[in-house]
């Protein structure tokens, strides 16, 4: 229970970060992804499961507050943190790779399936256009920011995971 106020408060926290003080940054083309970063991170770390809902409640704040249609970013958020609940028996937390590897895939099929969603059904066809000025600089800077922001989560999953062992 505690781990999940836990979560929800992260993620309201790395909302506010990402559309607030990171959006203003002005040497940045784009901002860097937070929530794909917590999704993703709580997918693998703790499971499908976790991941999915995890991502259903990432995607429903960008939802509520920025998007033209209710419930479009909590489906593609919540593909994402179930597709790296899947990797959660492959997950060790010493070895960065496989993060690495699973957010930047979950943030360019996130980024494409917005592509695909809402703009290619409404005629704008310039898709390499939107992969070399949007899709590209943001997964690099998300990349970036994930070396940091993936070792505090991993801390405070290893923080609970005490708290948990602890209790019983």
Do not use: H
């Not at 010493?94 to 699973?102: E, N, T, V």
């Not at 290619?120 to 070396?147: A, C, D, H, S």
């Amino acid at each position: 229970m505690l781990r999940n106020i836990a979560l929800a408060l992260g993620a309201m926290v790395l909302f506010i970060l990402q559309t607030t003080i990171l959006k203003d940054l002005s040497f940045l083309p784009v901002t860097p992804n937070l929530l794909i970063i917590l999704t993703s991170s709580v997918g693998f770390m703790r499971g499908r499961k976790t991941g999915l809902w995890t991502g259903f409640f990432c995607g429903l704040l960008i939802d509520i507050f920025y998007g033209e249609y209710l419930g479009i970013y909590a489906l593609f958020y919540m593909w994402a943190g179930y597709a790296n609940g899947m990797l959660c028996k492959y997950f060790y937390p010493q070895d960065i790779k496989l993060p690495m590897s699973a957010i930047a895939f979950s943030d360019l099929g996130v980024n494409i399936l917005i592509y695909f969603f809402l703009f290619l059904f409404r005629g704008r066809t310039k898709f390499w256009f939107y992969f070399v000025n949007i899709m590209i600089p943001e997964l690099v800077i998300t990349l970036l920011v994930m070396i940091v922001l993936y070792f505090l989560i991993l801390k405070i999953f290893e923080f609970f995971n005490l708290l948990e062992k602890r209790r019983v």
